[in-house]
Structure formats: C-alpha cells, structure tokens
C-alpha cells in the first residue's frame, strides 16, 4: 500500500514552495519491491524498444504519480516542464539524464542584435528559431542515485533520457501536464553550440546547446498501460 497526501499540495510551483512530505513519502521511500516492478517484466524486453510504457499510479489537478518502463536503448527524447516541478527517481537500471535550462531565463525576450555580446546569455536567441539553453545534468544514474528534481526555471527543466540498460522511472509531476492552462509538452533539437558561434562569447566546449523547438518524434511511443501494483491510498 502506498499513502498519498492530497490535502497539503500547493501544485509545486517555484523551489520554496515544494512540500516535505512530497519527497519524503512519494519519492524518496519508494522502491521497485513498493510499486511491484521487475526487470524481467515483458515491459522491459531488449525487442520492445523503443516502446515505452507507462503506468499512471495517481492523478489529481494538483499532481500526477507514474512509473516509465524503458526497454534498453529505448529514449525518452528531450522535452519541457512549462510551470512544473518534477521528482524523477530510477527505480533500477542504468539511465544517462542530460538536462538543460534555457540561458536566459533572467531575459526572457532578449534576442542577437547589433550590439556585442559578451556572454552567453547575451546572445541567447536567433531570429531562426534558436534558443541558448545551459547544460544542467549530463550523467548517468542508478537506482542509488539521488532523486533527480527540475523547477520551472532550474534543475534542468528540459531533459532527455536514455536507457542503458532496462530501466523503471518513477515520476512525480506538480501539476500534470494540461494544454488548455498552458502546459504543453514541447519537445526540442540539440545543436552544439559550435555549430552557430557568436562573435565575442567564448564558452567551455559542452557547457551549452542551442535547442529548436520540433514536433514530437514519429518513433517516440509511449503505450499507457494499467497499474496493478500495490494500491494507492489517499492520506
């Protein structure tokens, strides 16, 4: 059985606003065994990728509770959180996360000009759809490493993940996704960012990627499938 509190969530937000009990009991307390997850489920087959699949353990307007079943090889491409706060955990598996925050965040309508940058953030947006973003994360993680957690504009609120080997994420979103208030799934291109230098900024090779905003891959398929793991239980 596993509790969840409903009654004290504040949707997240920003980083003050994130609740104890939220990383203490959904995140932090959970394992494979809690949420009856195995590696030799046929969710995890070597010839299912990249089909992933995903359990919906929870949902309410204020946050969503899911487990992603990653076969290896299989990639969760990159894509965004608008306004979210998120709680990754790798159930087991090895998992390599690389996650971005856009360079700019500070100055949201700035664009290249005349004028000479002189940092990255400077330069931050092309009139050809580009847009500056940081490297936050580029690691590989295991079941024993920490929790993974992105804000609106910090901790890597863009991310792709790639499974080395057979892999169960266990997601916590605050809120969900939902278009009609504004939080789109938007998935991106990486470009290094070598590839379109800016006259006067010089940055650490892998510090930074310019990202394009692209529909959602064709061969990205995420097949939602019941939960019938342990029973989830209001608080």
Excluded at 38 to 58: G, K, S
Excluded at 151 to 177: I, Q, S, W
Excluded at 190 to 216: C, H, I, T
Aim: net charge neutral; glycine share 6%; proline share 9%.
């Amino acid at each position: 059985m596993i509790l969840v509190n409903v009654g004290q969530s504040s949707c997240f937000g920003s980083r003050v606003s994130v609740k104890p009990y939220v990383t203490d009991i959904i995140v932090y307390g959970i394992t494979q065994v809690d949420v009856g997850m195995r590696p030799n489920m046929p969710f995890f087959r070597v010839e299912r990728a990249p089909i992933i699949t995903y359990l919906q353990l929870y949902e309410c307007d204020k946050f969503s509770i899911g487990i992603f079943c990653l076969p290896p090889t299989s990639v969760i491409p990159l894509h965004n959180h608008p306004g979210m706060t998120v709680f990754s955990k790798l159930l087991f598996g090895t998992m390599h996360i690389r996650s971005f925050d856009w360079a700019d965040n500070n100055n949201a309508n700035d664009t290249i000009n005349d004028e000479e940058p002189k940092s990255p953030s400077d330069s931050s947006r092309r009139p050809d759809g580009l847009r500056l973003a940081k490297v936050n994360v580029n690691s590989e993680f295991t079941a024993s490493s920490r929790t993974s957690i992105l804000y609106p504009a910090e901790g890597g609120n863009m991310h792709r993940f790639t499974a080395k080997t057979a892999c169960a994420v266990l997601d916590v979103l605050g809120p969900p996704y939902c278009d009609p208030d504004g939080r789109h799934c938007q998935y991106y291109h990486e470009f290094p960012f070598q590839l379109f230098p800016v006259k006067n900024v010089s940055v650490d090779e892998g510090e930074y990627a310019w990202l394009k905003e692209r529909d959602m891959p064709k061969d990205h398929i995420i097949v939602g499938v019941p939960y019938n793991g342990p029973k989830i239980v209001k608080k």
